[in-house]
């Protein structure tokens, strides 16, 4: 009986659920090696050029092509409805390239994570966005639309030039390989457009990014409520000021 009661036990604690556990941080797809920055495709001389309007697209409208046998309808009606959310909030416009436009962004589906080159360089840019379930990896909407604002002409939030009076980079916590990710850049190449610095951009990094030891790599120095920092849920208020006031949308 006894016998009988051990293997019972064990059996039970064999096939109970385990609690689901946090993704290994090197497993964010906007983290992915290689990129700059972890989602960012550089197109030399063009890298810090967000502050001029060259790199903006002309009229606010970014022209698009769906690379095909990469995605099924719902992930393309997907992508469509974040196009959507940006296109409420601003003067914006993403319009199906047709084959006679010499510009557009080449939306592909390679099994490289998710990335965008940065602002307007003309001809074919590339964005990708690695194929996942509808709500997961880069097929969250607020990593659509992260991509998005590098495609319009934004970095990531905290390279901006004034960010170590609200965040601490820890750098003996980060992969040594990706310190050049915590980079910041000085006022005449990125443009804050008189906005705060903004905790809640879905243009930040979590505080564990490039982690190479599980722990925070980027601490606030303000009171910021948890989950705040990397959210991927929605556009924040500054995000939508900043793609207006780079784009003088109300002002045309």
């Keep these: 009986m006894m016998m009988f009661l051990i293997f019972l036990l064990f059996s039970v604690i064999g096939t109970s659920p385990a609690l689901p556990a946090d993704p290994p941080v090197e497993k964010d797809p906007e983290l992915t090696p290689g990129f700059f ?6 197109q030399a001389p063009w890298r810090n050029g967000v502050s001029k309007e060259s790199r903006h ?11 095909e046998g990469f995605f099924d309808e719902g992930q393309v009606l997907f992508v469509k409805g974040a196009m959507k959310t940006m296109e409420d909030v601003s003067c914006i416009r993403f319009v199906e390239a047709d084959d006679n436009q010499p510009y557009f ?6 099994p490289r994570g998710c990335y965008s080159t940065i602002g307007f360089s003309g001809g074919i840019q590339q964005y990708n966005l690695q194929p ?8 969250r909407v607020g990593t659509i639309m992260h991509e998005m604002l ?8 905290q390279s901006t030039y004034n960010r170590n009076k609200y ?3 820890v750098t003996k916590n980060i992969d040594p390989s990706h310190l050049h990710n915590f980079n910041k850049y000085e006022k005449k190449f990125i443009d804050d457009f008189e906005a705060k610095y903004d905790y809640g951009s879905i243009l930040h990094y979590s505080p564990l990014a490039f982690s190479a030891n599980g722990k925070n790599t980027i601490e606030p ?3 910021v409520p948890e989950n705040v920092m990397g959210q991927r849920v929605a556009l924040s208020k500054g995000d939508i000021n900043k793609l207006n006031k780079m784009y003088k949308c109300g002002k045309n």
């Design 105 to 110: 962004i080449n939306i592909t589906g390679n």
């Design 132 to 139: 996942y379930p509808l709500e997961e990896g880069c097929f």
């Design 37 to 42: 920055e972890g989602d960012i495709v550089l």
């Design 221 to 223: 120095l303000r009171n």
């Design 57 to 67: 697209w002309p009229n606010g409208i970014v022209y698009y092509k769906f690379m």
């Design 150 to 157: 590098h495609t319009l002409g934004f970095y990531h939030m």
């Design 167 to 169: 965040v601490r980079i």
